[in-house]
């Protein structure tokens, strides 16, 4: 493209536009894994959906913009006796799904919520349908697993947060592509209607965060995914596009929106987002709080009835989570709520629930639930996570978003407390087990080579790296129900080698094995390996 901001030559398009359209319009998803997953998907997202319309805030919105604007045979709104143009179709489906916070998720250097994009393909695979195209479930999730990739792998490395924007754009951007696709626009319409709603530029953040958090975060993505489907029909009207969007000199989204920064597309499109979506499986929490409810859950039983004693509540999380939902002061709304962490740790420790209807003003108007968010120490104390523990954390046995309130994962390991000098976490005997029934003796020794790692990385700092070399284990009685506590205490930090004992114990106190981890510690991955790619949302980020 020229740089004379005066020639009026029309540039190629910017290479962004193309690979988003020749990925929309042309690429063969074979991954049987992706269809499996966005089957479950659909499911989840569709099931996120139902549970909202028990809440007027959204159904108040829900329905024609004008009363009495329906579409006979048009677009239908599940749930409900709906039939709309499909880009009022669009909003109503996609701000029932992400109404209560709840569908799947994508943590990177931006984060979102990949099947908001089911507003704008599902009210266009039904408009379809209906008018004579007959469309199967199999499109819908090809289109699904189009629109998690787009928007996936734009976040991986572009993040729109940090400028202010928020997460939506994305969502408006792989809606467009894919809804175009579906609608049958050719390449150059794809190119021309993605060109102009990267045009649109972006919603601000301004409804996450405190103090001006609201239900615009509900329906901000049936808002974007509604926009898409508005550009989709536009272009196949041929509509005119904007070749140069994003990397137009002074006037392009770069330079006006993102800093001057180009856009990058670190990975070819394929099938990859959707095989590794995450889903919200347990408690309707913004993500950065997941592992902190799990944990005051987790808690709930051993200090349920001594809440007049709690004297304050530790919680610490990753500078992202410090960013969106630390809050203090009055919570004014729903929306309020589901963003703060204070008091998405209160609720379980009261109650040993997290549900929608805990972010009402019934449950919110207790005196309790202010009580514990006072008690919070403030702010929240930033965690700052080193490499090593972001890999552990992308392990299966402690898969999670870092809150050292807690951080519990498959094996049900729940950190309580880990500094350089004493991690302590629990494990449960269930699930765990030999033949027999009892504690089998490899998962007392996950739990201690897991706490002393935790413990040996943290002495490290964040620029090294600790892998353990040796671990020995005399396991002195059985356990056979309820959750075994481990603790790991320092026995030697130098600045190559570690080593902690690991006492575990039942829930009588009573000593259960002593092991002791000697892990080395290195400038780089010893072996030749290499560090295993943390996400953003855990090293240093990430509703």
Known sequence: MSHDIKSAERP??????????DYSLSYDISSALAYETASYCLMDTLACGFQALKYPACTKLMGPVVPGATLTGGARVPGTSYELDPINAAFNIGAMIRWLDFNDTWLAAEWGHPS?????????????????????VRDVLTGMIKAHEIQGVLALENSFNRVGLDHVLLVRVASTAVVTAMLGGTREQIINAVSNAWIDGGALRTYRHAPNTGSRKSWAAGDATSRAVRHALFALKDEMGYPSALSAKTWGFQDVLFKGNALKLPQPFGSYVMENVLFKISYPAEFHAQTAVEAAMTLHPQIN???????????????????????????ANPADRDHCIQYMVAIPLLFGRLTAADYEDQVANDPRVDALRAMAISPVRRLVV????????????????????????GMGIAILEATADRVVGTMPVEGNTQPYGLLHGGASCVLAETLGSLGAALHAGPDRFTVGIEISATHHRAAAAGRVTGVATKLHGGRTVATYETVISDDRGRRVCTARLTCVISDRVPGGGRPMAAPDAVTSPAS
């Open 12 to 21: 190629a398009p910017d290479h962004v536009l193309t690979a988003i359209a």
């Open 116 to 136: 908001d994009n089911l507003g704008g393909i599902l009210a266009v695979a039904d408009y379809l349908s209906r008018g004579g195209k007959a469309l199967k």
């Open 305 to 331: 009835s001594k809440l007049d004693q709690i004297e304050r509540v530790t919680i610490e999380t990753q500078e992202p989570g410090v960013r969106i939902i630390d809050k203090t002061g009055p919570l």
């Open 386 to 409: 080193p490499r090593l523990v972001a890999t552990i954390l992308m392990m299966p046995v402690l898969t999670a978003i870092a809150d050292l309130l807690g951080i519990l994962g």
